[in-house]
């Protein structure tokens, strides 16, 4: 996975920020690149969502609440329709697919986005967490669709099935790609890439994060979830 501005094709609009740039997926509608190099294939993650901007494999994503998505805000900066595959490891098959969004609301100065769908949906939803999840040293899990090798333009190595790599806290109050709160990780045993944007850091059985920038190799930065909560809660209701 690597964050390149987590949108597939959003790669070239990827700002450089502190040598990180968004992370990207293997066909993210231009802008968006990560998916975990690295790693190991996810075995059980219900709240998992895969992003398709134009019909086309783009980020990753968590389903939060039964009509509300979360993930990063460049990732819905990619085209003009969302569609989201909710419930399955698979991002070709299986779980829910909502091809309807009501809304996308995004807070001031950070790299996040509310997606409302049109329709609810059942699922095992993800429980965000609070400060008490993430701290300086603590191994922490990264999951998504993103590309799985440094291949380029990383359109064509994106991962079929969710993979999730461990990574190691080294800040909660880093930058995330729009000058938000981040918690930056460095590499475990694997690390976000392009089509991992928008994908979830979770933290104690917590989403604390949601992929915003990586370098492909080391480090990678997650805006921090537990910063933004009041504004969620007074989104999502969550």
């Not at 829910?96 to 969004?101: A, H, L, M, P, R």
């Not at 400060?131 to 064509?156: F, H, K, L, M, P």
């Not at 099935?161 to 694997?190: E, I, M, R």
Request: net charge negative.
């Amino acid at each position: 996975m690597k964050l390149v501005r987590f949108a597939t094709a959003l790669a070239g609009a990827a700002l450089a920020l502190a040598g990180l740039s968004p992370a990207a997926s293997a066909t993210e509608p231009s802008g968006a690149q990560p998916a975990i190099i690295g790693g190991q294939y996810a075995s059980n993650a219900p709240w998992a969502a895969r992003m398709f901007v134009d019909g086309r494999q783009a980020c990753s994503a968590t389903i939060i609440a039964p009509t509300w998505i979360l993930t990063a805000r460049h990732c819905v900066e990619a085209g003009n329709s969302y569609s989201f595959r909710v419930g399955s490891l698979d991002q070709t098959t299986g779980g829910t697919v909502v091809n309807g969004v009501d809304a996308v609301i995004n807070p001031e100065g950070a790299d996040l986005a509310l997606v409302q769908l049109d329709q609810s949906v059942q699922a095992t939803y993800s429980p965000l967490g609070d400060e008490n999840d993430v701290s300086v040293g603590q191994t922490v899990q990264v999951y998504g669709w993103g590309a799985t090798s440094r291949c380029g333009s990383e359109i064509n190595c994106q991962s079929r099935l969710l993979k999730y790599a461990n990574v190691n806290v080294d800040s909660v109050n880093s930058t995330d790609n729009f000058g938000g709160v981040a918690v930056q990780a460095t590499y475990g045993d694997g690390i976000t890439a392009g089509g991992d944007s928008g994908g979830p850091m979770m933290g104690n059985g917590h989403q604390v994060g949601v992929a915003s920038t990586s370098d492909r190799q080391s480090v990678t930065n997650y805006t921090n979830v537990t910063q933004y909560r009041s504004w969620i809660q007074q989104v999502a209701g969550v």
